[in-house]
């Protein structure tokens, strides 16, 4: 293993307990001003082989209790919050994020983590009563729940903080250690955290980090034999790709979506257009349940679309870091490039700007477009950027049918008044979740979170997340009479 141990305010790679710098690095860019804000040490095979033999021998070596998980976790959570205002200053830097979703997600985290370490105490079985099969009637059974081993975890950028510790958390609670390669682009986040673990106390060889692109160290994880489960956030393609390269190893996938959302002849449109407006452009759309695809009812439509129009030209484009900014850059150049392309090709296939549709280096202004189709990569395709579309609809199960027409299917948001609308979409739209009178991008960190089809596998949550973390281990006793 490469480097040399530092001892506070660790930088580099983690791994068995000591901070390792390398050889080669990679620069850190503020994504806003391109100004270097620091620089990450990359991983080697050798680096991810070593990561991976210390989880192993910790779990063996040291398995934590379940009161020590909980308090381990419960001092990261105050760790976090005591730094929150640091945290969320990186995290608006290093990915573009505007200061005040920055503090959100840092704030969210903290949760996150808290809640992980109540689960760590309610981990349980139950009783199985063997004597319902005729021939086992001196038998009992109990099943408990252990550890599944070793876990990967690969994280993406646009959530540097919340869905790293939506995996690492979990993991610890259910007694699991870790090994953990954040997005190349965002992962000075990931370091803090690791100090902030290794503060609270975490034995050494329970979180290790490594660094480096998906195509090497992400690749190294995903191969690696001795490791029991990757748990992945990103694209549909790199998720497909993970799972057919897992071998045995569990998986869990949190991948894209194209959401859908409903906005009924009875909706209260003020609010529709507020919260449509907010969750299609905040964090300049970069996120997996941003708004995408908005079906509004032919009755309502031109009221909508003036108010949404209204709505999105009301959002503070600019700096991250200045505390009324709702849009800031995406995460690089080449990104901001593809979504305006995206944008061009659907105006050349006759679609109409209603509002933005420009770029400026890193920046695209939050563009609204009507006269779209569903072959258009705005509307078929996940656009991750700002970028959302107002399409027609005629009836309710139309408008169903039109949020199913995709190949994703993570959450769904729907605006009725209507009690029995809202229950018949909650079963027909085939997602994840369905968000009554709110948008598709409404999250609590503690329900169970995950998609079909392209948009994953398993389940998100702490609670929901530790089952995905544990094995079921079946015990039988043959009870024999004394005589």
Known sequence: MSGVSTTQNGTGLYINGEWLETNEKMKVYN???????????VAKQQDVDAAIKAANEAMAN?????????????????????????????????????????TAEVNRSVQV????????????????????????????????????????????????????VHKVAPAIAAGCAVVLKPASTTPLSAIY????????????GYINLVIGSGRTVGDYLVTHPDKKM??????????????????FNRVTLEL?????????????????????????????????VSVQRIYVHDSVIDSFTQKMVEATNQLVV?????????????????????????????????????????RDGVMVQPTLLKNVNSSMKVVCEEVFGPVASIIPYQTFDQAIDLVNDSEYGLQAGVFTNNVNLAWKAAKKIQTGGVIINDTSSYRADIMPYGGIDKSGAGREGPKFAVEEMTDIRMVVFNVQDEK
């Not at 800031?328 to 061009?344: F, H, N, S």
């Open 31 to 41: 994504k806003f001003t391109q100004e270097v804000i620091g620089e990450a040490a």
């Open 62 to 102: 040291r398995p934590l209790a379940s009161h020590e998980r909980f308090e381990i976790l419960k001092r990261t959570a105050e760790l976090i919050s005591k730094h929150a205002e640091e945290i969320a200053q990186l995290i608006a830097k290093e990915g573009g994020k505007p200061l005040k979703d920055a």
């Open 113 to 164: 983590v808290t809640t992980a370490a109540e689960e760590a105490k309610r981990i349980h079985g139950e009783t199985v009563s063997l004597d319902a099969v005729p021939g086992s009637e001196n038998r009992m059974g109990v099943y408990i729940r252990v550890p599944v081993g070793v876990i990967a975890a690969i994280t993406p950028f646009n959530f540097p903080m919340n869905l790293v």
């Open 193 to 204: 955290l690791c100090n902030l673990l290794q503060e609270a106390g975490l034995p050494k």
């Open 230 to 247: 990757i748990t992945f956030t990103g694209s549909p393609y790199v998720g497909l790709r993970i799972k057919q390269n897992s071998g």
């Open 256 to 288: 894209g979506n194209n959401s859908g959302n409903i906005v009924h002849s009875d909706a209260n449109l003020d609010l529709a257009a507020d919260l449509l407006a907010k969750k299609a452009f905040g964090s300049a759309g970069q996120f997996c």
């Open 318 to 358: 600019g700096n991250p870091l200045d505390p009324n900014t709702d849009v800031g850059p995406l995460i690089t150049l080449e990104e901001a490039k593809r979504v305006e392309q995206w944008i061009q090709e659907a105006v050349s296939e006759g679609a109409e700007v209603l509002t933005g549709g420009s």
